[in-house]
């Protein structure tokens, strides 16, 4: 079977199973951008559409859905943002705006322009054109970098907890309190260059959320986390949600994309935020 008919089959199998067209047309686009990335055959990545169709159906039927309250104002619009590098065009006109108490997800295969526009909303890039508006005191999780080789991880939590007015043992309070729900004890006398890959991460997300801030952009934070950490990942996206945080999500991962409340999709020709 052509990976083409495979795709086919698979967006037919999703319908039957009643999916939404969107959530379908996504399903499908990762699973296209995945067996382009890995040059894969897609009966080998994915195994027969009605199985993995099956797969989908039942991940997002298993999820837990959180009651929600209604978004409240705009934390971040980023209008016709566009950005180049030497003569190749990496991101065309986008937008996107978020509310307090939403979660967008930017998705899109690799090399698209993800990182490059969650930078320029964080303000560490400039964009060629275009204008990010930030309402609120924002936290940014890269997707990798981001830590001190030689600070521990206590003094990273006061770095940034000074940033955000707050006082080094309530810096340190939150910063081991956001570790310990993460299912990580930070050792006292370990350097970040020490740390697992994982574990760096772990560091990033807890700087990114320390002190509660309004917005929080995420780069694929849980690289490297082992899979109770990841799932414990999810339910603070659904916390923050809910205590009415603006969030934006780099992602890859399919099964979380029904609960956001947005669906950017970078992948060049599908431009557009899915509500
Ligand atoms: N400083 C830079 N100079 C030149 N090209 C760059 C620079 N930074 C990124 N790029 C290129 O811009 C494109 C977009 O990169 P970006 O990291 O934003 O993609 P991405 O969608 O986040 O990728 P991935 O899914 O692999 O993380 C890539 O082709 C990348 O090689």
Redesign the pocket.
């Known amino acids: 079977m052509t990976d083409e008919r495979w795709l086919h089959a698979l967006g037919q199998e999703l319908a039957r199973h009643r999916l939404t067209p969107d959530l379908t047309h996504h399903v499908v686009a990762e699973a296209a951008a995945h067996l382009r990335d890995s040059g894969q055959p897609a009966l080998r990545a994915f195994g027969t559409p009605q199985g993995y169709a099956a797969a989908v159906v039942e991940s997002l039927a298993s999820q837990h859905r959180p009651p929600r309250r209604p978004p409240g104002r705009v934390r971040l619009r980023a209008s016709q943002i566009t950005k180049r590098?030497?003569r190749?065009t990496?991101l065309g006109p986008t937008d996107l705006t978020v509310r307090a108490g939403e979660v967008a997800a930017i998705v899109?295969?690799?090399?698209?322009?993800?990182?490059?526009?969650l930078?320029i909303c964080a303000g560490l890039l400039s964009p060629d054109s275009g204008e990010v508006v930030v309402d609120g005191v924002l936290g940014y999780c890269p997707?990798n970098g981001g830590t001190y080789d030689f600070l521990l991880p206590e003094e990273h939590f006061v770095l940034v907890g000074a940033g955000r007015g707050l006082d080094r043992a309530r810096s340190r309070r939150l910063g081991r309190s956001g570790a310990a729900t993460l299912q990580w004890e930070p050792a006292r006398d370990t350097q970040a260059r020490h740390l697992s890959g994982g574990t760096r991460q772990k560091l990033n997300l807890v700087m990114a959320a320390l002190g509660d801030p309004d917005v929080l952009l995420l780069?694929?934070p849980y690289q490297g986390f082992d899979r109770g950490a990841y799932l414990d990942f999810w339910q603070h996206v659904w916390r923050w949600r809910d205590e009415g945080r603006a969030i934006v999500v780099?992602t890859?991962l399919l099964n979380q994309l029904d609960q956001v409340d947005q669906v950017l999709d970078?992948t060049p020709g599908t431009r557009e935020a899915a509500a």
């Open positions: 590098y030497g190749r990496v899109g295969a690799n090399g698209c322009g993800k990182s490059t526009f930078r997707q780069d694929e780099v890859h970078l």
